[in-house]
Nanobody, 124 residues
């Protein structure tokens, strides 16, 4: 069993930055790849970025590439999503998820555990 807790959401103006954190706890957390997903009102969930536990490789969706950076601190069992140059279309509930797979994907169906999510609102 793995528990995930997100934090760091909030209201920010366009062009601003936020740092989201996902803290994992439970058994074998060091063996899970982590992904960040978001869902805007009336839209489907979208995979944003992910971190592969096998080799530390990362992937980001085209919509956030160059603006969002995912990283992992093994000692703190935390995965961070640094979001820069935020746009109104980045608004949504951001959730992290854990996959017992060596390589991450941005497909939610591949993930086994989910956090509750944190709201990000980009607005002037």
């Amino acid at each position: 069993q793995v528990q995930l807790v997100e934090s760091g959401g909030g209201l920010v103006q366009p062009g601003g930055s936020l740092r989201l954190s996902c803290v994992a706890s439970g058994s074998r957390v060091d063996y899970y790849s982590i992904g960040w997903f978001r869902q805007a009102p009336g839209k489907e969930r979208e995979g944003v970025s992910c971190f592969s536990i096998s080799d530390g490789s990362t992937y980001s969706a085209d919509s956030v590439k160059g603006r969002f950076t995912i990283s992992r601190d093994n000692a703190k069992k935390t995965v961070t999503l640094q979001m820069n140059s935020l746009k109104p279309e980045d608004t949504g509930v951001y959730s992290c998820a854990a996959s017992f797979s060596p390589y991450c994907t941005v497909f939610g169906s591949n993930y086994d555990y989910w956090g509750q999510g944190t709201q990000v609102t980009v607005s002037s």
